[in-house]
């Protein structure tokens, strides 16, 4: 099982940044995905969930800004990122949310400049 993250990267504030998350290993189509980012000194936070069924789900403070989709042809996850705030700089995880082993992406780093 392997997830394969890239894109993030720095940006100033207000601006757009996009995260890919390549899965293998497993089904695609069948798991719900998700996406965590940790700040500095802080604990991992859950940011947005796509499930094997299409329904998305959003942190509050993320909400109407993220967006979180999938191309199951592709197996990945994306997540695409808008009006970012230096609050959004962290590290971003993609996440395997069903099936045996609940794995991790390597984690990109983003971040937002004021």
């Known amino acids: 099982v392997q997830l394969v993250q890239s894109g993030g990267g720095m940006v100033q504030t207000g601006g757009s940044l996009n995260l890919s998350c390549v899965v293998s290993g497993f089904t695609f189509v069948n798991t719900d995905m998700g996406w965590f980012r940790q700040a500095p000194g802080k604990q991992h936070e859950w940011v947005a969930t796509m499930s094997r069924y299409g329904r998305r789900d959003y942190l509050d403070s993320v909400k109407g800004r993220f967006i979180v989709s999938r191309d199951n042809a592709k197996n990945t996850l994306y997540l695409q990122m808008s009006s970012l705030k230096p609050e959004d700089t962290a590290v971003y995880y993609c996440?395997?949310?069903?099936?045996?082993?609940?794995?991790w992406g390597q984690g990109t780093r983003v971040t937002v400049s004021s």
């Open positions: 996440r395997r949310l069903s099936g045996s082993t609940l794995t």
